[in-house]
T-cell receptor, first 112, second 110 residues
Framework: SQTIHQWPATLVQPVGSPLSLECTVE??????LYWYRQAAGRGLQLLFY??????ISSEVPQNLSASRPQDRQFILSSKKLLLSDSGFYLC???????????FGSGTRLTVV | GEDVEQSLFLSVREGDSSVINCTYTDSSSTYLYWYKQEPGAGLQLLTY?????DMKQDQRLTVLLNKKDKHLSLRIADTQTGDSAIYFCAESMSNTPLVFGKGTRLSVIA
């Protein structure tokens, strides 16, 4: 069966420090992969999605970037974190873009 | 453009039915989904309905779809305290990422 792993679960980082969040999927090939952010009291904001290795679509301009170095690995990065980057980051995968998504357990990022 | 709207809060008494409503704008939606998010966790797919259906029932959950009005609802029968969570509605169109609503926070009062 397919599983999605996301880590770390929580992270506290100082302003200006770099960020790397990792997401991996097992049990499937060529998944569509997504990064969402959920700020406190707000809905889900799609940050990036990828339909294949090296293919990244960015939905909003921001201080973050994403990479897909392997078929089932999706990484969210920042060179210098801002206070506004705090939030709950969720990775998800799907068979196609229009299908239902399976979400990871999320990473709570607090920038201090 | 694409937009999915939900009311932000709903409060019900334990044992009552909960009805969470959602409206969407794109008539070409193929599937519509309901997700549940418990505190500090990711989203869990609860149920979905294909756009050519009017209703789908799955144990305590009933999904109603009114395509003419672009209105989707989720009814939870005999609501329990464990149903307290944020519920997200989402629509899918072919080949584009899902569009999520902002979520409805359901509070169940014992």
């Amino acid at each position: 069966s397919q599983t999605i792993h996301q880590w770390p679960a929580t992270l506290v980082q100082p302003v200006g420090s770099p960020l790397s969040l990792e997401c991996t999927v097992e049990g499937t090939s060529n998944p569509n992969l997504y990064w969402y952010r959920q700020a406190a009291g707000r809905g889900l904001q799609l940050l990036f999605y990828s339909v294949g290795i090296g293919q990244i679509s960015s939905e909003v301009p921001q201080n973050l970037s994403a990479s897909r170095p392997q078929d089932r690995q999706f990484i969210l990065s920042s060179k210098k974190l801002l206070l506004s980057d705090s939030g709950f980051y969720l990775c998800a995968w799907s068979v196609t873009r229009g299908n239902g998504y399976t979400f990871g357990s999320g990473t709570r990022l607090t920038v201090v | 453009g694409e937009d999915v709207e939900q009311s932000l809060f709903l409060s019900v008494r334990e044992g009552d039915s909960s009805v969470i409503n959602c409206t969407y704008t794109d008539s070409s939606s193929t599937y519509l989904y309901w997700y549940k998010q418990e505190p500090g966790a990711g989203l869990q797919l609860l149920t979905y309905i294909f756009s050519n259906m009017d209703m789908k029932q799955d144990q305590r959950l009933t999904v109603l779809l009114n395509k003419k009005d672009k209105h989707l609802s989720l009814r939870i029968a005999d609501t329990q305290t464990g149903d307290s969570a944020i519920y997200f509605c989402a629509e899918s169109m072919s080949n584009t990422p899902l569009v999520f609503g902002k979520g409805t926070r359901l509070s169940v009062i014992a």
